[in-house]
């Protein structure tokens, strides 16, 4: 007896999962020095913004003034560390990942620069056109963001033409980062005059806003906690926000399906359903939003759309499951 509780005490036991953040920072600064540098400039934009939101009591159109640089903060960090982790599996292509790493360090800066100046202005940085200044900083905003969306087209056509051993794997990085490609373009939405201004354009008014978030009601009204997103009309931020994180969503998607025992050919279609279900998501809420409709109040049309999108992925999935395994070899 007290030899076998010797030996069972003696046997292994599983360790527990530690994450260490400093290990994982050594890590990324070792794979792609440019791009940690931007995630950790964000990490500290991070903690100004929430030192920002307990101490600063002003607010600008209806929130608290810190909040836009809170989730800029958040979401740039985000995209930089899992560009990282993407960017790692190009072999060779030194002068393209260099672009797109440097060039990707200095508009996102950039963009959140100006983001914060416009905060410690006391203004939105975003569609303000109230004096040459504002317009000029929206302008540069918008023209960042246009250059961002090549730079990861780029991202996207070096992960296209870069072989990898496993292609639904590889499919789940290269579609994560065309879908986000889509999300990123629908915030282009956003920048267009609305109905009544451009009725009051037209007029020759001149507006110190041109575009919105928001659908149907102005900008700065009720909105879901943290996220703001109207509550009581469309917004066109919740499909910009679903395409953009299908950078992550993908991948993540793509990597568990590594973890289990199907083989390359269910994985690989697996992959693309989760793509066409993920695109067609995120064209549904896009879709809510242009007709003026809050995320969590859907009428019956939606409502009909989303159980059609859900069935149809369910059935994708259910047959890209059972594909014969005589074709589904790794």
Do not use: C
């Not at 950790?40 to 209806?62: E, N, Y």
């Amino acid at each position: 007896m007290l030899q076998q509780s010797a030996q069972s005490s003696a046997e292994p036991r599983p360790r527990p999962i530690q994450f260490r953040p400093l290990a994982a920072l050594q890590r990324a600064y070792a794979t792609n020095r440019t791009l940690t540098l931007l995630g950790v400039l964000m990490l500290v934009a991070l903690a100004a913004s929430i030192l920002g939101l307990l101490f600063d009591p002003r607010t600008i159109t209806g929130v608290p003034a810190w909040l836009k640089p809170f989730k800029f903060a958040v979401s740039i960090s985000l995209y930089a560390f899992t560009l990282i982790w993407i960017l790692s599996f190009v072999q060779g292509r030194r002068f393209w990942l260099r672009l797109v790493s440097g060039a990707t360090l200095v508009i996102l800066l950039g963009e959140m620069v100006l983001v914060i100046t416009q905060v410690l202005r006391g203004t939105t940085s975003h569609f303000n056109r109230a004096t040459p200044f504002d317009t000029a900083m929206f302008s540069a905003m918008g023209m960042m963001i246009s250059a961002l969306w090549v730079i990861q087209l780029i991202a996207a056509l070096l992960l296209i033409f870069q072989r990898l051993p496993d292609r639904a794997f590889a499919w789940s990085l290269r579609l994560g980062l065309l879908l986000a490609l889509v999300g990123a373009a629908l915030g282009f939405l956003m920048t267009t005059p609305s109905a009544a201004q451009l009725a009051q354009l037209q007029a020759g008014a001149h507006l110190s806003v041109i575009g919105a978030h928001s659908v149907g009601v102005p900008d700065g009204g009720p909105g879901l906690p943290i996220t703001g997103w109207s509550s009581t009309g469309g917004d066109l931020r919740i499909s910009h926000f679903i395409g953009l994180h299908a950078l992550q969503i993908l991948p993540l998607l793509g990597l568990l399906l590594t973890r289990t025992q199907l083989g390359t050919r269910r994985r690989l279609a697996l992959v693309w359903v989760g793509a066409a279900s993920y695109l067609s998501l995120t064209a549904l809420v896009a879709w809510q939003a242009l007709r003026g409709q809050p995320l969590l109040a859907p009428d019956a049309t939606t409502l009909m759309l989303a159980a059609a999108w859900l069935g149809a992925t369910l059935l994708a999935a259910a047959l890209a499951w059972r594909l014969p395994e005589s074709l589904n070899r790794p």
